[in-house]
């Protein structure tokens, strides 16, 4: 059975950095993303990878700051946070898609907490 773990949410000064780690198990993903979720909105995108071809996207909201990587051995996918906004505070989750059409597996979430 597939499973993704995050780790690495904390509390953050405005400006600040975090890195989110997800480790995923019992497979690999073809696609991999970040997405979070602040208290009352809804879920939103953050970051994709694409595991073969190190393709990458991100949502203008963190472009320039937020820089996602993978690493092949480890089966772990990363979310460097730089420049860290009170509005980036959210519940972060990692997702993996077996293609690139969607995502099948999702993790439980690590909170963000940006203060300012």
């Known amino acids: 059975q597939a499973q993704l773990k995050e780790s690495g949410g904390g509390l953050a000064q405005a400006g600040g950095s975090l890195r989110l780690s997800c480790a995923a198990s019992?497979?690999?993903?073809?696609?991999m993303g970040w997405f979070r979720q602040a208290p009352g909105k809804e879920r939103e995108f953050v970051a994709a990878?694409?595991?073969?071809?190190?393709?990458?996207d991100y949502a203008d909201s963190v472009k320039g700051r937020f820089t996602i990587s993978r690493d092949h051995v480890q089966n772990t996918v990363y979310l460097q946070m730089n420049s860290l906004k009170p509005e980036d505070t959210a519940v972060y989750y990692c997702a993996g898609g077996v293609t690139i059409m969607r995502y099948d597996y999702w993790g439980q979430g690590t909170q963000v907490t940006v203060s300012s």
């Open positions: 990878i694409r595991w073969s071809a190190s393709y990458t």
């Open positions: 019992g497979r690999t993903f073809s696609r």
